[in-house]
């Protein structure tokens, strides 16, 4: 049984940094591409980033380019986000996900073509 357990959220002022962490257990986790997903009260859960089986290939959300960086350690089964220069916007309970597929040739920002999920970690940013 595939877990995903994340951990690092937590309250920080604007313009700080938090580093979220994501361990996968139960699984191949080096063949799989995995992602961030993050969701507010009241508003679907959306794509924040996804780094590919290989790290080779990441994709961002707009609305984070350039101040968060997910990268993975294959040899310790675990993904972060690096998420520096917070807002207030950035307040969520964030999420890692693992792709459905093994070796996808591509980066997918579609919650669909991700089926295991961690619990969450919730993200606080103050103004």
């Known amino acids: 049984q595939v877990q995903l357990v994340e951990s690092g959220g937590g309250l920080v002022q604007a313009g700080g940094s938090l580093r979220l962490s994501c361990a996968a257990s139960?699984?191949?986790?080096?063949?799989?591409?995995m992602g961030w997903f993050r969701q507010v009260p009241g508003k679907e859960r959306e794509f924040v980033a996804t780094i590919a089986w290989s790290g080779g290939t990441t994709k961002y959300a707009d609305s984070v380019k350039g101040r968060f960086t997910i990268s993975r350690d294959n040899a310790k089964d675990t993904v972060y986000l690096q998420m520096n220069s917070l807002k207030p916007d950035d307040t969520a309970v964030y999420y890692c996900a693992r792709d459905s597929a093994r070796f996808r040739g591509s980066t997918s920002t579609l919650k669909a073509d991700y089926d295991y999920w961690g619990q969450g970690t919730q993200v606080t940013v103050s103004s």
């Open positions: 139960g699984g191949t986790f080096f063949s799989y591409a």
